[in-house]
């Protein structure tokens, strides 16, 4: 498909997700506590509950919800110096492999006692650890679970990316946290990209660029800890098979990351108006993005999910984010 027509098949839908994000940037302005980026996944969620989304649309809000979030990302490393995202993500390791143990582990024993099989155990606790769907997406062809169990994990994982976005901010004010201590928290409570962005920047802007370099230094450790699994699930299967997965791990990757890093890299270099205008285009891009998300959740079938994997997703969730406060208190970060 050449671009002209991709543009023409997406216009429909980008059309409708600009007009939200126009309505969702308004109410976030006279609503500061929520902020665009919250007030637009849930305008989409309410509109996805209550109407059917036409064919036309589907182009359009796809591309909002993956690549636009994509670029937003790049465009917020633009004003970000190379020094600063350097240090916050090196800083940020000692808590993220912390959390990453203890979901995995939180993972297994829930899903024992609850009775789940283990290799929806190690999709749920994954896609918590690090990055939600993308997670997912990279450890299913590793661990080659049933198909429902790939649905059920995305839904149980994405139910409580939702609830992160409205309660995270709430629980900081509660206890007190710094811009730092809470996009430290964020960045490595909150699974999916999207949510840690709409959770943090609505805190503020320092929570919110502190939370996306956390985030996405977060978001590397994906090959690491997708080659264990495959190393742990492959034992017994061919040279060839271990490949093939190895291949689908690459693929996996968000290498928007590294075009995240040149543009924090060279963004010195560029003009002060550029910058400014890249500050200001970026969060209109992450609020479309989450629009997009929101019009693309299907709440029917979170239904058809079953209590036991959301109440695994509940307790792997909770244990990720308990870690991350405990470490961030106990090595007085917060």
């Not at 993972?107 to 609850?114: D, K, V």
């Given at each position: 498909m050449t671009f002209m027509n991709q543009l023409k098949s997406c216009a429909p839908g980008l059309a409708v997700v600009l007009g939200l994000t126009?309505?969702?940037?308004?109410?976030?302005?006279?609503?500061?506590?929520?902020?665009?980026?919250?007030?637009?996944?849930?305008?989409?969620?309410?509109?996805?509950?209550?109407?059917?989304?036409?064919?036309?649309?589907?182009?359009?809000?796809?591309?909002?919800?993956?690549?636009?979030?994509?670029?937003s990302i790049v465009g917020l490393g633009f004003s970000l110096p190379i020094a600063d995202v350097i240090k916050t993500?090196?800083?940020?390791?000692?808590?993220?492999?912390?959390?990453?143990?203890?979901?995995?582990?939180?993972?297994?024993?829930?899903?024992?006692?609850?009775?789940i099989p283990l290799k929806l155990?190690?999709?749920?606790?994954?896609?918590?650890?690090?990055?939600?769907?993308?997670?997912?997406?990279?450890?299913?062809?590793?661990?080659?679970?049933?198909?429902?169990?790939?649905?059920?994990?995305?839904?149980?994982?994405?139910?409580?990316?939702?609830?992160?976005?409205?309660?995270?901010?709430?629980?900081?004010?509660?206890?007190?946290?710094?811009?730092?201590?809470?996009?430290?928290?964020?960045?490595?409570?909150?699974?999916?990209?999207?949510?840690?962005?709409?959770?943090?920047?609505?805190?503020?802007?320092?929570?919110?660029?502190?939370?996306?370099?956390?985030?996405?230094?977060?978001?590397?450790?994906?090959?690491?800890?997708?080659?264990?699994?495959?190393?742990l699930f492959g034992m017994t299967r061919r040279k060839e098979t271990i490949s093939e997965e190895t291949g689908s791990v690459w693929k996996a990757v968000p290498w928007f990351i590294l075009w995240f890093l040149l543009a924090s890299l060279f963004g010195s270099m560029l003009p002060d108006w550029m910058i400014k205008t890249a500050q200001f285009i970026a969060p209109v891009m992450i609020t479309m993005a989450l629009v997009a998300i929101g019009l693309s959740t299907d709440l029917g079938r979170m239904r058809q999910t079953g209590w036991r994997p959301v109440a695994l997703g509940l307790l792997v969730w909770v244990s990720v984010a308990s870690t991350s406060l405990v470490v961030q208190h106990l090595t007085g970060r917060w």
């Open positions: 126009i309505i969702s940037t308004l109410v976030g302005n006279a609503f500061p506590l929520m902020g665009g980026a919250v007030v637009g996944i849930l305008l989409g969620i309410i509109i996805r509950s209550r109407t059917t989304i036409a064919p036309q649309f589907s182009a359009g809000i796809q591309f909002s919800s993956k690549q636009i979030l994509q670029w993500g090196m800083s940020s390791l000692e808590i993220t492999f912390a959390t990453i143990t203890a979901a995995v582990l939180s993972a297994i024993i829930f899903g024992r006692l609850l009775k155990c190690v999709l749920i606790g994954t896609g918590t650890a690090i990055c939600g769907g993308s997670a997912i997406a990279a450890i299913t062809p590793v661990v080659k679970p049933d198909e429902h169990d790939t649905a059920f994990a995305l839904s149980t994982i994405f139910l409580f990316n939702i609830v992160a976005v409205l309660v995270f901010p709430a629980i900081g004010q509660m206890l007190g946290m710094s811009d730092t201590g809470f996009g430290m928290w964020a960045g490595t409570a909150i699974n999916d990209t999207s949510s840690v962005v709409a959770a943090a920047y609505s805190w503020n802007d320092n929570a919110g660029d502190y939370a996306t370099i956390v985030k996405l230094t977060r978001a590397m450790l994906i090959i690491p800890v997708t080659l264990i699994f495959a190393f």
